[in-house]
């Protein structure tokens, strides 16, 4: 099989990690393929949630935080999410408000939630800002643009302005307060304190308008911990919202910001995939009609960088998709219009021999995806991490 010409790929500039990552997610559109497997891009067994920035929005108007009370909130500190700097992009799935504010506890139990990946507890309130109401995050600058899209992560002016004393807008709530940057807002709160408006960016939730420090949080009066936002993509919704509800108690209430459904492509193209992101597409469609192309895309990335890395791994595990020999055995074939034995090296083969797989294993029926990405890795993380993925894709490419 010939080495396909690569396309001209560009990509856009970010800051500091937010580059790597960004290069990973435009590279998927416009890697060629070789029959030795992807030299490209990652590292091998790429990790942690080093994600790609997508974005969660809540279903309706967005959620409604109660007003501050009458009296300042205490000293504002961040009860699990502890670290310095940005590191990776986490995906909220689940936001619980509650009025009064969560206590340390109840955070702590959250996080220890079966499924739950991570969770981040900001300060919060609905306020008056230019004569409107809005609802004000006090956050960690360094440890809530985690929990942003990668483009605003990646910001580090937006970022050190929270840390002056300044306040940030997502794009909708600049428009309706026809906020300027750089012209001082009296933002009232329990308190009023006047602040500067840094800029506005997207924010990932929908109903976050404006983000303060934690610093400018306690001047204002908002409610300590009164939201937290969990990721954890590989648990079923209806059991995440009654485990945390569980932890929050009656009073709160728990959202649903997960993504939608991955998209599922319905005609593969007569033509050969001439990228991985053609390749991904047209593997679902043809070998697992009603699995997503992006949980192949979730895989392919994890187990091999795309074929940067195709081993032998630590277990004997090759190609772009870490076949172990025993298993290609019985699920490798020779797609695409390739001739001869199946080759595990070769992506034309691997990537339509994982969506074999995956079909076998259930993944297509219902609630079966789950199950069907541990039978390809058993590990619980291995699903989260897939799913996760999967979601940032899906919301990058539709």
């Not at 990776?88 to 689940?94: M, T, Y």
């Not at 079966?114 to 919060?124: K, L, M, N, S, T």
């Not at 959202?255 to 593997?283: C, M, N, W």
Request: with cysteine; aromatic share 6%.
């Amino acid at each position: 099989m010939r080495e396909i010409e690569p396309r001209h790929c560009c990509i856009e500039s970010a800051a500091g990690y937010g580059v790597k990552t960004m290069r990973r997610l435009l590279r998927l559109a416009c890697t060629a393929l070789s029959a030795a497997g992807m030299r490209g891009i990652a590292s091998r067994r790429w990790r942690g949630g080093a994600a790609l920035g997508a974005v969660a929005v809540l279903a309706g108007a967005g959620q409604i935080f109660p007003h501050p009370p009458g009296n300042a909130a205490g000293p504002a500190t961040d009860a699990v999410a502890k670290g310095p700097g940005f590191h990776q992009i986490f995906l909220p799935d689940v936001v619980v408000t509650l009025p009064s504010g969560l206590s340390p506890l109840q955070v702590a139990r959250l996080d220890k939630l079966p499924g739950v990946r991570r969770v981040i507890a900001v300060d919060g309130a609905r306020i008056k800002a230019n004569g409107r109401e809005v609802n004000l995050l006090g956050v960690d600058p360094q440890i809530f643009r985690s929990w942003t899209p990668l483009r605003t992560a990646s910001d580090e002016r937006l970022w050190s302005s929270l840390d002056r004393h300044q306040f940030v807008a997502s794009q909708h709530a600049r428009q309706l307060l026809r906020l300027r940057p750089g012209h001082r807002y009296q933002l009232l709160g329990a308190a009023p304190d006047d602040l500067a408006f840094s800029g506005s960016a997207q924010l990932g939730v929908a109903g976050m308008d404006l983000l303060v420090s934690k610093r400018a949080s306690a001047g204002l009066g908002l409610i300590h911990n009164v939201a937290a936002l969990i990721s954890a993509p590989g648990l079923a919704m209806a059991a995440l919202t009654r485990h945390v509800r569980a932890v929050a108690g009656r009073s709160s209430t728990v959202t649903d910001v997960r993504q939608q459904e991955l998209p599922v492509d319905q005609a593969a193209s007569p033509s050969k995939p001439g990228s991985y992101l053609e390749l991904f597409r047209e593997s679902a469609a043809r070998y697992c009609p009603g699995l997503s192309w992006t949980v192949l895309a979730a895989i392919g990335q994890i187990e091999s960088g795309d074929g940067a890395n195709p081993g032998p791994s630590s277990a004997g595990a090759l190609g772009p998709m870490q076949f172990l020999p025993s298993t290609w055995q019985r699920w490798g074939i020779s797609a695409f219009g390739n001739s001869g034995p199946p080759d595990i090296m070769d992506p034309y083969d691997a990537v339509p021999s994982a969506a074999r797989l995956l079909c076998a294993s259930g993944a297509t029926a219902p609630g079966g995806l789950s199950g069907a990405i541990f039978a390809y890795n058993h590990a619980n993380w291995y699903v989260s991490e897939v799913l996760g993925l999967a979601r940032q894709y899906a919301q990058q490419y539709g």
